[in-house]
């Protein structure tokens, strides 16, 4: 069954407006990984947070790990049309097997 | 470097035909995965290897053998192919500590 769970499933904003995804799942975990996918290609991993740190920045891209909820969310600042992909959330718990949620799919309109 | 490198690109099937996925990686990653992406299912693990020799099941095993004689390469086999492993298939590879690098998928279709 898969871990974690994405929201919302697709979200449409303004080219240079923020975007804010969620990701939640069920049980403890080493770490916490963002991936994006352009269509019809592979992932590229984004940022990993470790299960004892609570925020991570990477360029325009943030990411908060609450464990006590068992919930990440991911922030892209002043999005691009290159942004326009489907974000993943995996979550590690257990010898790098990750668990993939379902994604939410971005559309940054010009 | 090339990375992760995944053949072929696109396959058609024949119902009850076998064929093996090939993945190779260039970075002298322990780990290696195979996963299977669905529409609106996201990945899901088939099997995963953390070494050369070791290969262990994921989430959707059935159908599907994997080897790992070298670290570089992790090819994963479809036995008997059914129209229920149509599917974009996915090789990753992972250092211990940090994301994993994907392949460019292989599109399967099985008729």
């Known amino acids: 069954s898969q871990q974690g769970e994405e929201d919302p499933q697709a979200l449409s904003i303004q080219e240079g407006e923020n975007a804010t995804m969620n990701c939640s799942y069920k049980?403890?975990?080493?770490?916490l990984q963002w991936y994006r996918q352009n269509s019809g290609r592979g992932l590229v991993h984004l940022i990993l947070i470790r299960s004892n740190e609570r925020e991570k920045h990477s360029g325009r891209l943030r990411v908060t790990l609450d464990t006590s909820k068992k919930s990440s969310s991911l922030l892209i600042t002043a999005s691009r049309a290159a942004d326009t992909a489907s974000y993943f959330c995996a979550t590690d718990a257990d010898d790098y097997k990750l668990s993939f949620g379902a994604g939410t799919t971005v559309t940054v309109r010009a | 470097n090339a990375g992760v490198t995944q053949t072929p690109k696109f396959q058609v099937l024949k119902t009850g035909q076998s064929m093996t996925l090939q993945c190779a990686q260039d970075?002298?990653?322990?780990?290696m995965s195979w996963y299977r992406q669905d529409p609106g299912m996201g990945l899901r693990l088939i099997h995963y290897?953390?070494?050369?020799?070791?290969?262990d099941q994921g989430e959707v095993p059935n159908g599907y053998n994997v080897s790992r004689s070298t670290t570089e390469d992790f090819p994963l086999r479809l036995l008997s192919a059914a129209p229920s492993q149509t599917s974009v298939y996915f090789c990753a590879s992972s250092p211990v500590i940090g994301g994993a690098f994907f392949g460019q998928g292989t599109r399967l279709t099985v008729v």
């Open positions: 290897s953390v070494g050369a020799g070791i290969t």
């Open positions: 049980t403890s975990i080493n770490n």
């Open positions: 970075m002298n990653h322990e780990y």
